[in-house]
């Protein structure tokens, strides 16, 4: 039995600059942390040598790969050839709510695939091989940021070159610091739980056909630069202002992104407390993060009474083999 452990992950600054249709003109960069929310995925050898027992959301028996119908799974088993294997998923968080849920599956599964073949690959290896999957092989619209931020783990600076290579640049804050930070950072569940794909589409188009979208991603980039600076320099506060101006650029980029109802939710936080938040993911519904000083807590938590929040701490190790029996 081999069990691995990938974390999800929330995204600060320089969302949407990960999508090759911007990296490979412009280069682009985000800030980005791990927190203490998993995946967790297991396998093991099957009586049947030559079936697959795959536990997900559904359950499937089948006896040839190519018949399995979870689309990461049966590339990733096809690329390892794995066979006879009986294969377990599950996570503190629900899919498509905005942490990386996809991307996170895809690094823990390649984690996972590793140690049951014996096969070594570093966590930007299987960053990397993740994005190959998903980005290239399944032709999923989306970026790079989230496999490199659940297979790494910590808060990075990950920067993505026009040349398809990614560097990723710890951020090292004093102990006391990120403490604060991350005592000073509330997430609420909005609900609304939608794929990703559809409103990265949209932005992909806009971005080609509109100027003024390109425009707001390329200050969405210098504010991943700028939070990186603060970061290093010990300024957390910095990170409200930052989200809250990455958020009035994002919220344009697709009609999808927000609506009256997540308009309504971040107004109020504003008004009560909050420096500044984002929805996180691509949009349209999942985790609000606000950044709120702790003397405020109570009083944005009443504001926001009718939204389930969601604890969460940040984490730094990334994706992990926790058992291997």
């Known amino acids: 039995m081999i069990i691995t452990r990938t974390p999800f992950r929330i995204s600060f600054a320089g969302g949407g600059s990960d999508l090759r249709d911007y990296y490979s003109k412009y280069g682009g960069s985000v800030v980005s942390t791990s927190i203490n929310k998993y995946i967790y995925l297991s396998m093991h050898p099957y009586f049947h040598e030559k079936r697959y027992f795959l536990k997900y959301s559904k359950n499937e028996l089948v006896d040839d790969v190519n018949r399995v119908e979870h689309k990461i799974i049966r590339k990733v088993f096809q690329d390892y050839a794995i066979a006879g294997v009986d294969f377990n998923s599950s996570a503190d968080v629900p899919a498509s709510t905005g942490l990386g849920s996809s991307s996170a599956f895809t690094v823990g599964l390649t984690n996972l695939c590793n140690a049951f073949t014996s096969k070594y690959m570093s966590q930007e290896d299987m960053a990397a091989y993740a994005c190959t999957v998903e980005i290239d092989k399944l032709g999923e619209p ?36 990120a403490e604060e930070l991350e005592k000073n950072l509330l997430l609420f569940y909005m609900g609304s739980t939608r794929s990703a794909s559809s409103i990265l589409s949209e932005q992909k188009q806009n971005l080609s056909e509109n100027n003024g979208k390109l425009k707001n991603l390329h200050k969405m980039v210098e504010l991943s630069k700028v939070l990186k600076r603060e970061l290093q320099n010990n300024n957390v ?10 958020w009035i650029y994002k919220r344009e980029l697709a009609s999808s992104i927000t609506n009256e109802t997540i308009d309504c939710y971040y107004n109020t936080a504003i008004k009560n407390g909050a420096i500044g938040g984002k929805l996180l993911g691509a949009g349209g519904g999942g985790f609000l993060l606000l950044y709120v000083r702790r003397q405020e807590h109570e009083r944005l938590r009443r504001a926001l009474s009718d939204l389930s929040e969601f604890q969460f701490k940040f984490e730094t190790i990334g994706s992990t083999v926790i058992y291997y029996d």
């Not at 790494?152 to 102990?175: H, M, P, T």
């Not at 506060?237 to 990455?246: C, K, M, T």
């Open 142 to 177: 989306i970026g790079k940021q989230d496999q490199y931020a659940c297979a790494v783990g910590g808060i990075n600076f990950i920067r993505f070159n026009s040349d398809e290579s990614v560097v990723v640049e710890k951020i090292l804050l004093k102990k006391e610091k």
């Open 237 to 246: 506060d910095s990170l409200g202002e930052i989200l809250h101006a990455g």
